[in-house]
Structures are given as structure tokens and as C-alpha cells.
Nanobody
Framework: QVKLVESGGGLVQAGGSLRLSCAAS????????MGWFRQAPGKEREFVAA????????SYEDSVKGRFTISRDNAKNMVALQMNSLKPEDTAVYYC??????????????????WGQGTQVTVSS
């Protein structure tokens, strides 16, 4: 069974940067598409970014394009989300997710079957 553990969240001022990491264990990580999602209080979980199994195909939600970068290291079974120029509206719990039935990214949460526990990101104005 694949297990995902996120780290790297915290409190940062607007305009600052954070790097989230997600460590995977127990599965064939290099075969899966990986995604990052976020959920703010009172809102539905929303897509942030996703990456294909080899890292060659990526997808981003429009509001984070040019500010966030998703990457992966299959040798270390890790996926990261570099977040720059953070805004207060980026405040949310961020989740790492694995799409074990496909190697290609998707923006739909229902396509991902393994989820981490989440890490809080708070951006102050």
C-alpha cells in the first residue's frame, strides 16, 4: 500500500516562498502520476498542479501558473511543490496525491486514490 507524507508547510508573508515535499513509500512510485491539491476552510478541495510519471508532462491551475513549480525525484520517491510569490489566497491545507491507475496528470481529485495527511500553508498579508 502506498503511503504519502507531506512536509514543508508553515507561515509566510505575502510575496514569500515555501517548498512542500511529499515522500512516498510502499509502492511503484515511478509509475504514478502525482498531484498537489489544496483545501481552504469552507471550500472544496481544488487542483494545484500535477506531473506525469517521468516528470515530462505537467499541469497547473491557472492562478498558480508562473509562481508554483511541481517536480519529482523518482530515485528518492519524492515529489515537491516550489511555491513563490505567495498570496494570502494561497492559504490552505495542501495535499499530495498519487494516481496509481495512470501515469498521466489529471486535475480531478477523484482520479487520485492515495492521499497524504496534508500540510498547512498560511500566507499573511
Amino acid at each position: 500500500q502506498v503511503k504519502l507524507v507531506e512536509s514543508g508547510g508553515g507561515l509566510v508573508q505575502a510575496g514569500g516562498s515555501l517548498r512542500l515535499s511529499c515522500a512516498a513509500s510502499g509502492g511503484a512510485f515511478s509509475r504514478y502520476a502525482m498531484g498537489w491539491f489544496r483545501q481552504a476552510p469552507g471550500k472544496e478541495r481544488e487542483f494545484v498542479a500535477a506531473l506525469s510519471y517521468g516528470g515530462g508532462t505537467s499541469s497547473y491551475e491557472d492562478s498558480v501558473k508562473g509562481r508554483f513549480t511541481i517536480s519529482r525525484d523518482n530515485a528518492k520517491n519524492m515529489v515537491a511543490l516550489q511555491m513563490n510569490s505567495l498570496k494570502p489566497e494561497d492559504t490552505a491545507v495542501y495535499y499530495c496525491a498519487a494516481r496509481t491507475r495512470s501515469a498521466w496528470p489529471s486535475p480531478q481529485p477523484r482520479e487520485y486514490d492515495i492521499w497524504g495527511q496534508g500540510t498547512q500553508v498560511t500566507v499573511s498579508s
